[in-house]
């Protein structure tokens, strides 16, 4: 089992960032490709970024390229989520996931295996 908890997530307005944290505990954190995803309300949730089990690779959705930036530490069991120019439409409930050790950049919901629960980020225009 790994448990995982958001942080950093808030108010934010346009044009603004934010740097959320997930941290890890249980299983070996570093054995695992992590993964942020976002859902807005009434839309399905939406996958944002992954990192490779030893950070050599790193894949973004094309709506935040260039914006965000993933990172993990494995020595302190936490990945981050770097978010700048923030955009009204980045207003969503984060979550980080674990994978589930098929994949080497995980990019759909199916493909992980133990999620957060989540952190709010508002972005106002």
């Known amino acids: 089992q790994v448990q995982l908890v958001e942080s950093g997530g808030g108010l934010v307005q346009a044009g603004g960032s934010l740097r959320l944290s997930c941290a890890a505990s249980?299983?070996?954190?570093?054995?695992?490709?992590m993964g942020w995803f976002r859902q807005a309300p009434g839309k399905e949730r939406e996958f944002v970024t992954t990192i490779s089990w030893r950070a050599g690779s790193t894949y973004y959705s094309d709506s935040v390229k260039g914006r965000f930036t993933i990172s993990r530490d494995n020595a302190k069991n936490t990945v981050y989520l770097q978010m700048n120019s923030l955009k009204p439409e980045d207003t969503a409930v984060y979550y980080c996931a674990a994978g589930s050790g098929g994949s080497w950049l995980p990019k759909s919901t199916s493909e992980y295996a133990y999620w957060g629960q989540g952190t709010q980020v508002t972005v106002s225009s």
């Open positions: 249980g299983r070996t954190f570093s054995l695992y490709a």
